[in-house]
């Protein structure tokens, strides 16, 4: 994203690459993934992080283009070097975008890593997938109901993060 943001001719190969990992299917990612990882728990991390970037990729440069250029020329003006401007008027300023698209992509990864029961790595999705062998259903209930408490948990829990990050979005809405 922030070399998408730097260099304008980046924008379309950086969000063609990650939106074509987006959209390949799971099972097909883990079978792609599967050379390069063998079948180990980074397999299904690996998926993840891939899945993860068109979300992340695509937040933080929209939370970057949505900077007033206005805001980007005082503090040139006032000194602020590229690096020095970046992490302390851009970043802050795209970091509510950021954190949507993280929030979205944390809830993602809860519910795709139990695609990694079919490697044997899939956390909670091993349980539904020995559920769903043994027709167990109470088990498959139950490992789904905690798929979905973890997510809404962990969506709570940046939510949260982004309060205590951003208290002037806080401020203004109040």
């Not at 922030?2 to 190969?13: D, E, K, Q, S, Y």
């Not at 003006?77 to 970046?86: A, D, H, K």
């Not at 790595?121 to 062998?133: E, K, Q, V």
């Not at 905690?146 to 979005?169: E, K, Y």
């Amino acid at each position: 994203a922030l070399a998408a943001r730097r260099w304008n001719w980046a924008v379309g190969p950086v969000l063609g690459i990650t939106t074509i990992l987006y959209t390949i299917p799971s099972l097909a990612m883990f079978s792609l993934l599967l050379p390069v990882y063998g079948l180990a728990a980074s397999l299904v991390v690996a998926g993840l992080v891939l899945y993860s970037l068109t979300l992340l990729v695509r937040n933080i440069l929209a939370g970057l283009r949505a900077v007033p250029e206005e805001t980007r020329q005082a503090a040139r003006g006032m000194g602020y070097g590229p690096v020095r401007l970046l992490l302390t008027v851009e970043l802050p300023l795209a970091l509510p975008a950021a954190m949507a698209g993280l929030r979205i992509a944390t809830v993602s990864a809860v519910s795709l890593v139990t695609i990694g029961a079919i490697v044997g790595y899939g956390g909670l999705g091993n349980l539904i997938y020995a559920g769903m062998n043994t027709f167990f259903k109470a088990q498959v209930l139950t490992a789904s109901v905690l798929c979905v408490i973890i997510a809404v948990a962990a969506d709570l829990l940046l939510l949260g993060l982004q309060r205590l990050l951003t208290p002037w979005a806080r401020e203004r809405r109040a």
